[in-house]
Nanobody
Framework: QVHVVESGGGLVQAGGSLRLSCAASGRLFSSYFMGWFRQAPGKEREFVASINWRGGAAYYTASVMGRFTISRDNAKNTVYLQMNSLKSEDTAVYHC????????????WGQGTQVTVSS
């Protein structure tokens, strides 16, 4: 079992920054991805960014490219999402998730952290 906990959400003005953290613990795989997803009110959950734990390759959805940066701390089993130049449309509950590198789906999810961007 893998336990995932997010932190770092909050209220910020448009143009501001926030950093989200996600700590994973338990029986982690030897190689895996950690990803960030978000769900705004009335909308479906969408992929934001992910990082390969072993090689560090990062992937982003187009709408956040150049503004958000995903990074990892191997020693702490923690992934970060640095969010800059925030826009009102970034308002959502942000969830962290873990999947084995070869798996198609993310199997382990955190409870989420609210990010609210005021215009």
């Amino acid at each position: 079992q893998v336990h995932v906990v997010e932190s770092g959400g909050g209220l910020v003005q448009a143009g501001g920054s926030l950093r989200l953290s996600c700590a994973a613990s338990g029986r982690l795989f030897s190689s895996y991805f950690m990803g960030w997803f978000r769900q705004a009110p009335g909308k479906e959950r969408e992929f934001v960014a992910s990082i390969n734990w072993r090689g560090g390759a990062a992937y982003y959805t187009a709408s956040v490219m150049g503004r958000f940066t995903i990074s990892r701390d191997n020693a702490k089993n923690t992934v970060y999402l640095q969010m800059n130049s925030l826009k009102s449309e970034d308002t959502a509950v942000y969830h962290c998730a873990v999947r084995e590198e070869t798996a198609a789906e993310y199997a382990y999810w955190g409870q989420g952290t609210q990010v609210t961007v005021s215009s």
